[in-house]
């Protein structure tokens, strides 16, 4: 999915806020390695686009959720991250 759709789908989930998520704040999470989106380039070759995946947008989500109960976004990813790993645990 294209960046605006994740945006899209992120700032739908998440009704009762005044805030959205924009493009900055999804750039900063590829910049810093939190997201990792595939990059494509456009017909002529000029623009690069990112290409996320459905796991980009859960970590996305997830990440802006606790963002705006105002965790800073390292403890957010590590907070997501944390969450994927106890799901992944089976039950004994």
């Known amino acids: 999915m294209k960046i605006g759709e994740l945006l899209d ?4 989930a998440i009704d009762g806020s005044d805030q959205k998520i ?13 997201l990792r989106p595939r990059m494509t380039r456009s017909k002529r070759g ?10 980009d947008l859960r970590i996305a989500e997830s990440m802006w959720r606790q ?3 105002g965790v800073v976004p390292r403890i957010a990813y590590e ?11 089976p039950l004994t």
């Open 22 to 34: 924009d493009r900055h704040t999804v750039n900063y999470y590829v910049q810093q390695g939190f």
């Open 9 to 12: 789908v992120i700032n739908s």
């Open 67 to 69: 963002r705006l109960q």
């Open 46 to 55: 000029f623009v690069r686009r990112y290409e996320f995946s459905e796991e």
């Open 79 to 89: 907070k997501v991250l944390a969450e994927k790993d106890q799901v992944r645990l």
